[in-house]
């Protein structure tokens, strides 16, 4: 089967309502079995590539995303473009588990001062959504998305988490909040070409296919409760929490031009390429926090070495293939029984360590005592050396000495 024809037909979408019904032709001609190639891909998947930009919004110089010489500071920039499917389409625009790769990467990259995502999408499926949508809201790397046209559904659910979202003319269309599930009955067309359907459970299979059979046969509801009730509430959640200033009636599935988006807290503002570039470099940690952030980062690497290198000594591991051994289960018990000896040990010294400081203290009081001993000597004798006025010499063996040869004079 046509891998698009299967992805149309088998998933829960996020998607405007506008773009839903542009796809009945695409059903209609991958249904009678004609071909899409003709149609150039190859531009749609190069303007789907992520890169990087470091200078200026003035003067941005362009690096490929892998390059290993990206400067310090620079920006990633990932467009999300077109129908959003969890995989690449084939010569078509990258799915949505290869922008996730891109937002870790770029998070992990201590070059990597802000990402920038552009935008233009009508939403896409469910499957994957969730996954790349919590990524960018728990990005330790600051995120703008700008939306060049459209962010609808799935699209702005992924965006919602950014730091500042910015929209590039007053129609540009965002919202479309909702859950929705194209079911395509073909059964009556392929019946009147004498096709029969057979279908076959297993007697403990009685809930299978339940949901979707009922919908067949026009009662929704256990398909809208079971999936898509539940798809949307997480849909909901994360957007009311990503973006706490949300008017919530902006949660029923309207589309909003951009003005009113503002006014309603979807976005932030309208602004050009060129200032939402600027506002990405305006982002990240000042240069001391950033060499603060790399000498962890290279601490962490050498603690980890150190480790590795306490390792191969225990057990004499030969460094040139240390990569390759494996610790077996003795080999891993001694090193427990290792470590938990060292952690008695740790535990020991540190009562004996405690012991130390209480004993330090108590001396410590001690010497305090005295000390108030002393000055309490030295103020007592200061009052009796005021007592008796002397010439310089020790007041009171003189005042005594003057009575005496007062008395011999007499």
Request: glycine share 6%.
């Amino acid at each position: 089967m046509n891998p698009i024809l299967t992805e149309l037909l088998s998933n829960a979408w996020l998607i405007s309502s506008e773009r839903k019904s542009a796809y009945a032709s695409l059903l209609l001609s991958l249904m009678k079995g004609e071909s899409l190639s003709d149609s150039d891909s190859s531009f749609a998947r190069e303007r789907n590539r992520s890169f990087v930009i470091c200078g200026s919004a003035e003067q941005p110089q362009r690096f490929g995303y892998t390059d290993a010489s990206i400067p310090e500071g620079s920006v990633a920039v990932i467009p999300i473009r077109s129908e959003i499917l969890k995989y690449d389409q084939p010569c078509g625009p990258r799915g949505s588990q290869s922008i996730l790769g891109d937002v870790k990467q770029a998070d992990q990259n201590p070059n990597i001062r802000s990402i920038l995502l552009i935008v233009d999408s009508p939403g896409g499926q469910v499957t994957g959504t969730d996954l790349l949508a919590d990524a960018i809201a728990k990005c330790e790397t600051p995120v703008v998305a700008y939306i060049e046209g459209m962010a609808a559904s799935a699209a702005y659910w992924i965006i919602s988490g950014a730091r500042r979202i910015i929209a590039s003319s007053d129609l540009d269309r965002i919202g479309s909040i909702g859950t929705m599930l194209l079911v395509e009955d073909l059964k009556p067309a392929l019946e009147k070409l004498g096709v029969k359907f057979h279908e076959i459970y297993a007697s403990l299979s009685t809930d299978k296919n339940q949901d979707f059979n009922q919908a067949m046969e026009g009662d929704y509801d256990p398909l809208r409760k079971n999936m898509l009730d539940v798809i949307n509430g997480k849909f909901l959640s994360m957007i009311k929490t990503n973006r706490p200033g949300l008017d919530e009636s902006t949660l029923t599935g309207k589309s909003y031009f951009a003005q009113e988006a503002i006014r309603l807290g979807l976005i932030d503002e309208i602004g050009s390429y060129e200032s939402a570039l600027e506002a990405a470099f305006s982002f990240g940690p000042s240069p001391l926090v950033q060499a603060i952030s790399n000498e962890t980062k290279i601490h962490q690497t050498m603690k980890i070495k150190q480790t590795w290198k306490a390792i191969q000594g225990f057990f004499k591991l030969d460094p040139a293939t240390l990569e390759t051994q494996e610790l077996s289960v003795d080999q891993m018990q001694q090193l427990n029984d290792k470590l938990d000896s060292m952690a008695q040990t740790n535990e020991q010294l540190e009562q004996a360590l405690q012991s130390e400081k209480q004993a330090h203290e108590a001396t410590l009081a001690e010497l305090r005592e005295l000390q108030a001993q002393d000055a309490t000597r030295e103020t007592v004798a200061a009052k009796l050396s005021d007592s008796f006025p002397g010439d310089g010499k020790d007041p009171v063996v003189y005042a005594h000495d003057k009575i005496a040869d007062e008395f011999c004079a007499q």
